[in-house]
């Protein structure tokens, strides 16, 4: 069964530096999104993308944030500067055309020092 | 979209038990979604229950849908320790719609 994948599995960086989460959704797919949720806390949605352009964010999505896709497979979430607060656990959900499940990824665990 | 709201916050059953978890809503929604979370792990998608569908079955899942009353349930029947996780609803406006989780049912299974 097509499943979404997610690298890497665990991340560790310093504050302040860039990180760069990837996604492969499944192949047919055409809607992206990230999600993360912070230890203990709810699974928040961040940012969908659709047709290679954003199609809503959350307030969490400011301009430390980005996301792209850069060829037909992979798409990828970027913090610019990373701050302590931006330590959770990072979900890349896809859905289909006509397809109201989101199918989600196992995450990327982020820890920010 | 919108934040379901799930009941019990915690539900603590034998193995072979029934596990039936609540979810209520405030607005009109197109699909209502169940998730579960095993701890530290992704969100892995249950059954979606469409606003037209009163009741609907997957294996040993059975989720009911009142749009009347705005809320839905969860049925596990014949649970096994495999099944210890967090529950989540997420309803929905539709196809690319965010989706917005609540705290989730934490279910424990114990043998």
């Known amino acids: 069964e097509p499943e979404v994948t997610q690298t890497p599995s665990h991340q560790v960086t310093q504050m302040g530096q860039e990180v760069i989460l990837r996604c492969v959704p499944i192949?047919?797919?055409?809607?992206f999104y990230w999600y993360r949720q912070i230890l203990g806390q709810k699974v928040e949605f961040l940012v969908s993308?659709?047709?290679?352009?954003?199609?809503?964010k959350s307030e969490i999505f400011d301009d430390q944030f980005s996301v792209e896709r850069p060829d037909g497979s992979n798409f990828t979430l970027k913090i610019r500067s990373t701050k302590l607060e931006d330590s959770a656990m990072y979900f890349c959900?896809?859905?289909?055309?006509?397809?109201?499940?989101?199918?989600f990824g196992p995450g990327t665990r982020l820890l920010v020092l | 979209s919108q934040q379901g709201e799930e009941d019990p916050q915690a539900l603590s059953i034998q193995e072979g038990e029934n596990a039936t978890m609540n979810c209520s809503y405030k607005?009109?929604?197109?699909?209502l979604q169940w998730y579960r979370q095993n701890s530290g792990r992704g969100l892995v998608h249950l059954i979606l229950?469409?606003?037209?569908?009163r009741e609907k079955h997957s294996g040993r899942l059975r989720v009911t849908l009142d749009t009347s009353k705005k809320s839905s349930s969860l049925l596990i029947t014949a649970s096994r320790a495999a099944d210890t996780a967090s529950y989540f609803c997420a309803p929905s406006d539709g196809t690319a719609s965010k989706l917005t989780f609540g705290t989730g049912t934490r279910l424990q299974v114990t043998l």
């Open positions: 993308f659709y047709n290679n352009e954003i199609s809503e």
């Open positions: 229950i469409r606003s037209n569908e």
């Open positions: 959900a896809s859905s289909g055309q006509f397809q109201e499940t989101q199918y």
């Open positions: 192949s047919n797919h055409l809607y």
């Open positions: 607005t009109s929604i197109n699909n």
